[in-house]
């Protein structure tokens, strides 16, 4: 048997390698309308960089080993650090605030299932130096352009969106001690996926009473509105009620309103987030979230050594392009080949004015094909065919030494008479359709 990929990591065929290619470029032209520019770090890093920010404990994810210089090292499983460390390092000369993006590929040793494997590239995108709340909403936006530039609408994602500063004052004005918040979390986090009478045990097992518990389970379907005519009027929570109101306001300007589903639900597993955070899911419930983030203002001085406020998102290629070939959305592998240039191996100047006109054809910007081996002219044309070439061009040499040209394309055929006529017809050529 020949040998495979190891588990969890992906061959890119051709055609898997332009589907890649889509999304990347995707992401890229988006972002870029943001006003974020693109960064990159190195693939490997010192294990210290991950456990500084997630314990020892994430080792068991990770592919570490010691490099030859002895340094414990790992293959990058995220890009936050990387992002924290660089950032740190000029922080000082960077202008304010900073709009970054990056697509690196990521490596975790984690049981390979639907949506994750041990390899994926990924879009980072993060927001440094701005703790006002248009920031978060700015954030969200270019996450949702994104999902409109699939040719995904509103009723095939949704954001959900959270406050952790809003979800505490609420625990707080429901009487939840700061103990209890970990297993709170815990719970909400599962609210959807555990039964309801299982998600009541674990509140009551951290000490909460019956009222208490019954209205933290309310909180899988409470929307805004009514949340802010219940607690709205409460000193502890009406602040981050306003703040919140504030970014929905935002959003509606922005024209991402329709995306959004409030959901206290979504606490995010990483400790770090300090203020709203989101994750954007198919409607269906099919595939697992699709993007995720939020702002963590305390992350950049505990790995960067950088006091300044951030925001950020991540969104996977794999979840991402399941979901578009679900639901129709990941355009068809197109023929790479505008032209395929064919001769008869009879005629004069074979295969030189042949490759003449290829030359000729490629100066001018387009993908050009030909027979590499003397064939019939037949044979050429059905090699053209199987190719997938948008056009042919046939080149036909006088016995007074001149060249002529036929172009076959899907609207009929092209007489040209010279090279000068060849070229000026491949200027206005370039993604003829068959």
């Given at each position: 048997?020949?040998?495979?990929?190891?588990?969890?990591?992906?061959?890119?065929?051709?055609?898997?390698?332009?589907?890649?290619?889509?999304?990347?470029?995707?992401?890229?032209?988006?972002?870029?309308?943001?006003?974020?520019?693109?960064?990159?770090?190195?693939p490997l890093e010192s294990l210290?960089?991950?456990?500084?920010?997630?314990?020892?404990?994430?080792?068991?994810?990770?592919?570490?080993?010691?490099?030859?210089?002895?340094?414990?090292?790992?293959?990058?499983?995220?890009?936050?650090?990387?992002?924290?460390?660089?950032?740190?390092?000029?922080?000082?000369?960077?202008?304010?605030?900073?709009?970054?993006?990056?697509?690196?590929?990521?490596?975790?040793?984690?049981?390979?299932?639907?949506?994750?494997?041990?390899?994926?590239?990924?879009?980072?995108?993060?927001?440094?130096?701005?703790?006002?709340?248009?920031?978060?909403?700015?954030?969200?936006?270019?996450?949702?352009?994104?999902?409109?530039?699939?040719?995904?609408?509103?009723?095939?994602?949704?954001?959900?969106?959270?406050?952790?500063?809003?979800?505490?004052?609420?625990?707080?004005?429901?009487?939840?001690?700061?103990?209890?918040?970990?297993?709170?979390?815990?719970?909400?986090?599962?609210?959807?996926?555990?039964?309801?009478?299982?998600?009541?045990?674990?509140?009551?097992?951290?000490?909460?009473?019956?009222?208490?518990?019954?209205?933290?389970?309310?909180?899988?379907?409470?929307?805004?509105?009514?949340?802010?005519?219940?607690?709205?009027?409460?000193?502890?929570?009406?602040?981050?009620?306003?703040?919140?109101?504030?970014?929905?306001?935002?959003?509606?300007?922005?024209?991402?309103?329709?995306?959004?589903?409030?959901?206290?639900?979504?606490?995010?597993?990483?400790?770090?987030?300090?203020?709203?955070?989101?994750?954007?899911?198919?409607?269906?419930?099919?595939?697992?979230?699709?993007?995720?983030?939020?702002?963590?203002?305390?992350?950049?001085?505990?790995?960067?050594?950088?006091?300044?406020?951030?925001?950020?998102?991540?969104?996977?290629?794999?979840?991402?392009?399941?979901?578009?070939?679900?639901?129709?959305?990941?355009?068809?592998?197109?023929?790479?080949?505008?032209?395929?240039?064919?001769?008869?191996?009879?005629?004069?100047?074979?295969?030189?004015?042949?490759?003449?006109?290829?030359?000729?054809?490629?100066?001018?910007?387009?993908?050009?094909?030909?027979?590499?081996?003397?064939q019939r002219i037949e044979k050429?044309?059905?090699?053209?065919?199987?190719?997938?070439?948008?056009?042919?061009?046939?080149?036909?040499?006088?016995?007074?030494?001149?060249?002529?040209?036929?172009?076959?394309?899907?609207?009929?055929?092209?007489?040209?008479?010279n090279i000068e006529a060849l070229?000026?017809?491949?200027?206005?050529?370039?993604?003829?359709?068959?």
């Open positions: 048997m020949p040998p495979k990929p190891l588990p969890g990591f992906r061959d890119f065929y051709p055609e898997q390698l332009a589907e890649r290619a889509y999304i990347f470029d995707t992401w890229r032209r988006v972002v870029r309308r943001y006003a974020f520019v693109e960064y990159d770090g190195p210290d960089l991950y456990t500084q920010k997630s314990g020892d404990e994430i080792v068991t994810q990770l592919y570490n080993f010691v490099d030859k210089g002895g340094r414990d090292v790992a293959l990058r499983p995220e890009m936050t650090p990387t992002f924290a460390r660089m950032v740190g390092a000029r922080a000082q000369a960077l202008r304010k605030p900073v709009r970054w993006f990056s697509l690196p590929q990521l490596f975790r040793y984690e049981r390979t299932q639907k949506g994750r494997l041990r390899e994926h590239f990924q879009l980072n995108v993060d927001i440094v130096g701005e703790a006002d709340v248009l920031a978060d909403a700015e954030l969200l936006s270019v996450a949702i352009d994104i999902m409109r530039a699939l040719q995904l609408t509103s009723h095939d994602v949704k954001a959900r969106v959270s406050d952790r500063r809003l979800l505490n004052a609420l625990l707080t004005h429901l009487g939840v001690v700061d103990s209890a918040l970990p297993a709170v979390y815990a719970v909400l986090d599962k609210l959807e996926r555990q039964p309801r009478e299982i998600s009541a045990e674990k509140l009551g097992e951290a000490g909460l009473t019956g009222a208490v518990q019954e209205a933290i389970l309310g909180f899988a379907t409470l929307d805004f509105q009514t949340l802010r005519a219940t607690y709205g009027t409460s000193e502890i929570v009406a602040p981050h009620v306003a703040r919140f109101a504030e970014y929905l306001s935002h959003g509606t300007a922005l024209g991402i309103d329709e995306w959004i589903r409030f959901d206290l639900t979504i606490v995010r597993g990483l400790a770090y987030y300090t203020g709203i955070v989101f994750e954007l899911f198919d409607a269906v419930g099919e595939f697992r979230a699709i993007c995720g983030g939020g702002r963590y203002d305390n992350l950049l001085a505990s790995l960067g050594g950088t006091d300044l406020p951030a925001l950020g998102f991540g969104m996977g290629d794999v979840v991402l392009g399941e979901l578009l070939r679900a639901r129709g959305r990941m355009p068809a592998v197109g023929a790479a080949i505008d032209v395929w240039v064919a001769q008869s191996p009879e005629s004069r100047e074979y295969p030189a004015a042949s490759l003449q006109a290829a030359t000729a054809l490629r100066a001018g910007g387009l993908a050009v094909e030909f027979a590499l081996r003397s050429q044309f059905e090699a053209a065919k199987k190719a997938g070439a948008r056009n042919v061009i046939v080149v036909e040499p006088s016995d007074d030494g001149t060249v002529s040209y036929r172009a076959r394309t899907a609207s009929g055929e092209v007489a040209l008479d070229t000026g017809w491949a200027s206005t050529t370039t993604g003829i359709a068959t």
